[in-house]
């Protein structure tokens, strides 16, 4: 029986009739590893067939064990929010069908679909966020981090893997074909890894209270929904790599996204109330140091869109003011 292809299952997907719980319409969105599906109460997510240098969702068999790991995970901030998994099948006429007998050729991550106008984003552009609100957050991050146990990094580890990954960042927005400014990206690398070399004894400190721990990965405010308990989503699941992260790095990097959106003071409070409630109070200098790794970071995350022949001059523009952003980090 021949298997659909992924335009088909987008499709089948896109269509209010192909869902157990009735819905008026089904909206439909794309992001660089996913379709994501959202009827009238639910979010339903399929990912893309795609093999990269850090993820591999290929085949059915990956794609279904990632789809558990990105439900398991994100239950750690969003309990109510991660419903569970369901394949997407064939039946005996080889019609598609979502969760019910057959074949299963495909697996989805279900969600309660969470509104929209209460995500931290469209808050900040609704100027309807407010004090209590970014407390809230701070305070939700604060218990969860107290409650992941340190991994085990040595502080030359935690070191190397920095150091490495600015090399990265600058290798790959360095190349030509971007067109980005060179000089800015030498000098804010050149700062970074100088920071390195000049003052490790802040990233032994890191190491030694405890505080690199398996995080969130992804910690923008689209993926924060400002309900009375607040609840944060779509956490960095297929690479625990990328999720091993100082505590205060994610902060900064929150707190860069939300200066980038315009509300500075959004991401500052979120971050006061993570000291006040922890007694972490690094120095101003080691946030410095993240926000602006950061920023390269999403600078590189930026280009790497281009693999899929995407708007060439929306990314490398992109990618260009966060290396301005990363310049003026003061």
Same mark, same amino acid.
């Given at each position: ?121 469209? $808050?900040?552009?609704? =100027?309807?966020?407010?004090? !209590? #609100?970014? %407390?809230?957050?701070?305070?939700? &991050? +604060? ?11 040595? $502080?030359?580890?935690? =070191?190397?893997?920095?150091? !490495? #990954?600015? %090399?990265?960042?600058?290798?790959? &927005? +360095? ?21 390195? #070399? ?133």
């Amino acid at each position: 029986m021949r298997i659909p292809g992924i335009k088909e299952k987008v499709t089948f997907l896109s269509q209010p009739e192909s869902y157990p719980a009735p819905t008026r319409t089904v909206e439909t969105k794309e992001t660089h590893m996913s379709w994501v599906f959202l009827t009238d109460t639910q979010a339903w997510k399929l990912k893309k067939p795609v093999r990269l240098d850090y993820l591999d969702f290929s085949d059915p068999e990956a794609r279904r064990r990632n789809c558990e790991q990105e439900a398991q995970l994100n239950r750690r901030l969003a309990p109510e929010t991660y419903l569970g998994i369901a394949p997407l099948i064939l039946d005996q006429q080889g019609k598609m069908r979502l969760g019910s007998a057959g074949e299963a050729i495909d697996w989805l991550v279900v969600m309660r679909r969470l509104p929209a106008d209460r995500m931290l984003d469209q $808050a900040i552009a609704d =100027q309807t966020v407010c004090e !209590a #609100d970014a %407390r809230k957050v701070g305070s939700r &991050l +604060a218990r969860f981090y107290k409650q992941a146990q340190p991994i085990a990094i040595t $502080a030359s580890e935690y =070191q190397q893997r920095l150091a !490495a #990954d600015v %090399r990265a960042n600058r290798q790959e &927005l +360095a190349k030509p074909e971007y067109a980005l400014p060179t000089d800015l990206l030498e000098s804010i690398t050149n700062a970074q890894l100088n920071f390195l #070399d000049r003052e490790p004894e802040l990233f032994d400190a890191r190491v030694r209270a405890g505080k690199i721990i398996e995080a969130h990965g992804d910690l923008r405010p689209e993926h924060i929904c400002l309900e009375s308990e607040p609840v944060i989503i779509d956490c960095l699941e297929f690479n625990q790599d990328f999720r091993i992260l100082d505590s205060v790095s994610e902060l900064a990097f929150l707190a860069l996204e939300c200066e980038r959106l315009g509300a500075r003071w959004v991401g500052d409070l979120i971050l006061e109330t993570y000291r006040d409630e922890t007694g972490d109070r690094p120095p101003r200098r080691l946030l410095v140091f993240y926000k602006s790794y950061h920023a390269c970071l999403r600078a590189k995350i930026a280009v790497w869109h281009l693999q899929d022949h995407e708007d060439w001059a929306k990314w490398t523009d992109k990618a260009r003011r966060y290396l301005r952003l990363a310049g003026s980090i003061v």
